[in-house]
């Protein structure tokens, strides 16, 4: 197996890297010894771009997904790409304007997961609009007062910082885990936390994704609609901007 550096997960502002391809497989998809793109999961989508080559002809980049562990990242170049020799270098380049906004949404998503403290039961990161899903069978919560709530959060300009845990911290501490059917990968000794607020006052819990340093960061966001999904499941939809009127 082929194991990839994830430079996103400690430094999420970078937006170039050399990198050496270390690996084809075989439907075409890159593998690099090290990269800023980050893989699909838990919601995010993975990062697009391009990987310049040293003759300065670029390759596309598509998607970006993970292949049989977490550990190896799949560039998946578009169609009709050259694909480069094992052992070249590169300069990988993400689409940056595109990750900053997955950032600044998946950063909301945790504030809103810290106003509504339910069980999670899905969510989905997107570049205007994403979702989460609660556990939650009634509600008095309107899309005006999420919206109150999650301003009040993002001016307040909090920190948002990462911190690693072990296995047995996290089992210690179950209510870290906010998501109600799919738990944080564990094998590897360590968990990763996403901790928002002086000493995580606002929010801790496990994540793999890239988001802002600073809540302001995010800019203005609403709930642009809270839905009813089943009996006991209700969905709240971010979106840029202000709340409509």
């Not at 920190?159 to 885990?177: G, H, K, M, Q, Y």
Request: glycine share 10%; net charge negative; hydrophobic share 35%.
């Amino acid at each position: 197996m082929i194991r990839t550096e994830p430079l996103f997960r400690e430094q999420g502002y970078l937006k170039t890297v050399e990198a050496s391809v270390v690996g084809i497989n075989d439907r075409g998809g890159i593998i690099l010894d090290r990269t800023i793109f980050y893989a699909t999961s838990g919601g995010q989508p993975g990062d697009t771009g391009y990987l310049e080559r040293e003759d300065g002809s670029r390759i596309a980049i598509a998607a970006t997904v993970t292949g049989r562990t977490k550990d190896e990242i799949i560039h998946v170049p578009d169609a009709q790409q050259p694909v480069p020799e094992i052992g070249e270098k590169v300069t990988a380049a993400i689409d940056w304007d595109r990750r900053h906004k997955l950032m600044r949404m998946h950063t909301a998503c945790h504030l809103l997961s810290a106003i509504c403290p339910h069980p999670i039961t899905g969510a989905s990161v997107g570049e205007e609009d994403s979702r989460i899903d609660f556990d939650l069978a009634e509600t008095d919560w309107t899309k005006e007062i999420a919206t109150e709530r999650l301003k009040e959060l993002v001016e307040a300009d909090h920190p948002v910082f990462t911190r690693w845990i072990s296995e047995e911290d996290l089992a210690e501490n179950p209510s870290l885990v906010k998501s109600k059917n799919v738990r944080p990968p564990v094998g590897v000794g360590r968990v990763r936390l996403v901790c928002i607020g002086e000493g995580s006052s606002v929010d801790s819990q496990p994540c793999g994704g890239t988001h802002v340093a600073r809540t302001g960061e995010i800019g203005e966001v609403h709930i642009g609609k809270i839905e009813k999904k089943g009996r006991e499941n209700r969905r709240f939809r971010i979106r840029f901007g202000p709340l409509p009127a």
